[in-house]
């Protein structure tokens, strides 16, 4: 279905609810001693699946169901390289089809991570995985996360003000970084790995060494601080506010190097790298600060309730404002020149910075608000909502196959972390979990 949003004609994605555990049916069957094979009165353990194809039709309902892998017709359903018999098996049913599994798959892995789900009444299909791993700190509700950028640390920013530094294979707590008081709304490592920058509710904004601990530099705020983003190397740094401030920062003298009022809160905030900005005529040419490093060719783009707003770091103009009917309530680069929001009504839109009269794709599944939205390449984008779900999908070709990370039940996700070689992503649901999701078989 189809549906027509100001001149850009929005695709409605098929919405796919899949049994938030169902990864215990099958460790239950995999490990068993007396596995059901479905024969007899020993019936097989099933989880649920629905489909909705549109807001308007009429839900598929339907199971599948897990058995223990036996002799077929003459074969046998192989696991590994030495040709094992695999322990469970997966069967759809009512109108879906399993077309397969991690352990059906050459990937070759050894546990049932994911498995591939087709239906009668859509051509999509359906990449369904769990967890590859959990991780809960009793002390800290993780809400947002970031990946170091060779990926072997995390940084973790809680409900209570409390940072850590966890070691991403083991989650070892690395380090603890204390100085908020509040909820952390966003933290980001720099390109060096060994330095961290978090925003606060508390009005502040803190860099920490990931090595030590210390916390060399704090900037002051009027109001919570929503958003950060690094320039270049991160001798400067931006922040968005609800003071209704965008900042750029010189982090060696703690100074404000240019502010920009927005019309509202500023609550997440976009950093782009390109040269194709088109500034106004007449715009007067500026010498640089000396303490500015790294504004050329660099737009950021902010969401104020419902503005888009971009600005021209080097000219310090605003390029355009954009006005949304309903408030953007997610934001994310994507690639050099474009960008992606998410709406509270739950449409994701892309834009292109080359024109920006209109967005260049409109997508909706529900009308579930868009809680966090991350780019996973140059051509995919993980999406969560505020009714628990987390879901991948190609902008290119959005109906060919969706990707459901499963797993958080009804918990809004609150943020959303990719490595930079994107094979790993880390869902935070409103649990204060950390999920973590293998995406290379996505």
């Known amino acids: 279905e189809k549906l027509k949003a100001k001149d850009v004609v929005a695709v409605r994605l098929p ?30 353990p099933s989880f649920f699946v629905s489909l909705k194809e549109s807001p308007q039709s009429t839900s598929q309902h339907g199971s599948v169901h897990v058995v223990a892998a036996r002799e077929e017709e003459g074969k046998k359903e192989k696991r590994g390289e030495e040709g094992e018999e695999s322990g469970v098996r997966l069967r759809g049913s009512d109108g879906f089809t399993v077309e397969e599994t991690s352990w059906s798959s050459s990937s070759k892995e050894n546990d049932m991570n994911w498995f591939k789900l ?55 707590k690395r380090r603890r970084l204390e100085g908020h008081k509040g909820p952390i709304n966003d933290c980001k490592f720099f390109p060096s790995g060994e330095v961290v920058i978090t925003a606060g509710t508390d009005c502040r904004s803190r860099i920490f060494s990931a090595v030590d601990g210390r916390n060399p530099v704090t900037f002051v705020h009027e109001g919570a601080v929503n958003g950060i983003g690094i320039i270049e190397r991160g001798r400067n740094v931006l922040t968005c506010s609800s003071d209704k401030r965008v900042r750029v920062w010189d982090c060696g003298t703690q100074k404000t190097l240019y502010t920009h009022m927005c019309i509202d809160k500023v609550s997440h905030m976009a950093l782009l790298a390109h040269k194709g900005i088109q500034v106004q005529e007449g715009t007067e040419q500026r010498t640089p600060h000396e303490r500015e490093v790294g504004t050329m060719n660099t737009l950021v783009v902010a969401a104020a309730h419902k503005a888009l707003v971009a600005i021209d770091l080097r000219t310090q103009t605003q390029v355009f404002q954009q006005h949304e009917r309903a408030p953007i309530t997610a934001l994310s680069a994507f690639g050099d020149d474009m960008f992606a929001c998410g709406m509270k009504d739950g449409a994701v839109k ?3 910075t080359k024109n920006t009269k209109t967005p260049l794709h409109v997508f909706h599944r529900n009308d579930a608000e868009i809680e966090c939205i991350s780019a996973a390449g140059r051509q995919r984008l993980i999406v969560g909502t505020s009714d628990g779900m987390c879901s991948m999908f190609n902008t290119v070709s959005p109906l060919h196959n969706i990707t459901e990370f499963t797993g958080s039940n009804l918990d809004p996700i609150t943020h959303i972390a990719t490595s930079s070689d994107n094979n790993m992503c880390i869902c935070c649901p409103n649990d204060g979990s950390l999920r973590f999701y293998n995406t290379t078989h996505c």
């Open 15 to 44: 919405l796919m609810t899949v049994q938030h555990d169902w990864g215990i049916d099958v460790d239950d069957v995999a490990t068993s001693s007396k596995q059901p094979d479905g024969s007899g009165n020993d019936k097989p």
């Open 118 to 172: 087709a239906s009668d009444a859509v051509d999509t299909i359906f990449t369904v995985t769990r967890p590859s791993s959990t991780h809960v700190d009793a002390h800290a509700a993780y809400c947002v996360c970031d990946f170091s950028p060779c990926g072997s640390l995390l940084v973790c920013g809680g409900a209570n003000g409390d940072v850590t530094v966890l070691e991403t294979k083991s989650n070892t």
């Open 350 to 352: 892309i834009w292109d």
